[in-house]
């Protein structure tokens, strides 16, 4: 068995041929390995998306798509809810913000379009 390069997204170690391609069994990514790999952004960047697909950055301004309840609190924040000066964090809630009437919320991007 021949020896594969590994999968150029995922890293994965089992990639197999696939006719001329290489596929990694882990994220489904086929390349051509004879040709030369596309500049990619570094690793350390990561991208947000909204709901629509719209790349979101550091001070966009947002808007709720459905109604989300609030962890210890009888009110929930609405759909249509403006939502200004977003900051990007990598982690699970991807959107730090202030809402008024909540103050500070984390937000995941999939409940919010880009307004």
Known sequence: MADL???????C?????????????????????NEKPATTAPEDTFVVKDSNGNILQNGDTVVTIKNLPVR?????IKAGTKVRNIRLVDSDHNIDCKIDGFGAMALKSEFVKKA
């Open 5 to 11: 390069p590994p999968c150029p997204q995922c890293k």
């Open 13 to 33: 170690e089992y990639t197999y041929e696939m006719d001329a391609l290489l596929a990694c069994p882990e994220c489904g990514y086929e390349w051509n390995p």
């Open 72 to 76: 210890g609190s009888a009110q929930s």
